[in-house]
């Protein structure tokens, strides 16, 4: 059965640092989605990695997939206030399903 | 212009009662899902519709039940309503997988309260 799993959960940042959220998955899959989830919203979409070696970017956001180490990584450059939400990770199981990490609450502080 | 809808936004009734949550997609997707986010974010999924046949059934009580009239349409009744049914559920919907993808895009969420 695919398990997903991030770190960290939390995460308190400083404006203006760098830091990576790691999402490790338990099976064999070449689909990876990260989402946003803003405080009671819904879930946006942020990153359609699907294939190995993937490297998507967005503005302060970098996400990249690793399948042979099934692990995908999402980057943040420089953070900034607005980046505040909580990020999901979600790996397609091969048989239709998304099963989703536990998410990853970010806070970016002045 | 809103992608994927759902009705009503919130929901608070009392134990016992019977519910329902509605969903609508304009993407043009065959694929349709009900998840449920818990107090503590873990989301789930329960079930999927593909061109509106039931394709993913997960382990959930008799008492959900879904129905999908349409391609675009995607039902959620729930019976005899329990406390642990407290959550927020989401709508979304896709593409068919192999039409290279399973990226899904979500509905606003229902936060449904049962006291």
């Known amino acids: 059965e695919l398990k997903v799993e991030q770190n960290p959960l939390f995460l308190s940042m400083q404006e203006g640092k760098n830091y990576t959220i790691y999402c490790n998955y338990s099976?064999?899959?070449?689909?990876l989605y990260w989402y946003r989830q803003d405080p009671g919203k819904s879930l946006e979409s942020l990153f359609v990695l699907l294939s190995n070696g993937a490297v998507k970017q967005e503005g302060r956001l970098m996400a990249s997939l690793d399948t042979k180490a099934r692990l995908s990584t999402l980057h943040i450059t420089a953070a900034v206030h607005d980046l505040s939400a909580t990020y999901f990770c979600a790996v397609d199981n091969q048989g239709g399903k998304l099963i989703f990490g536990q998410g990853t609450e970010l806070s970016v502080k002045p | 212009d809103t992608a994927v809808s759902q009705t009503p936004k919130y929901l608070v009734t009392q134990m016992g009662n019977d519910k329902s949550i509605k969903c609508e997609q304009n993407l043009g997707h065959d694929t349709m899902y009900w998840y449920k986010q818990d107090s503590k974010k873990f989301l789930k999924i329960m079930f999927s519709?593909?061109?509106?046949?039931?394709?993913i059934n997960e382990t959930v009580p008799n008492r959900f039940s879904p129905k999908s009239p349409d391609k675009a349409h995607l039902n959620l009744h729930i019976n005899s309503l329990e406390l642990g049914d407290s959550a927020v559920y989401f709508c979304a919907s896709s593409r068919t997988r192999l039409a290279g993808g399973n990226e899904q895009f979500f509905g606003p969420g229902t936060r449904l309260t049962v006291l």
């Open positions: 099976t064999t899959s070449d689909r």
């Open positions: 519709y593909n061109n509106k046949e039931l394709i």
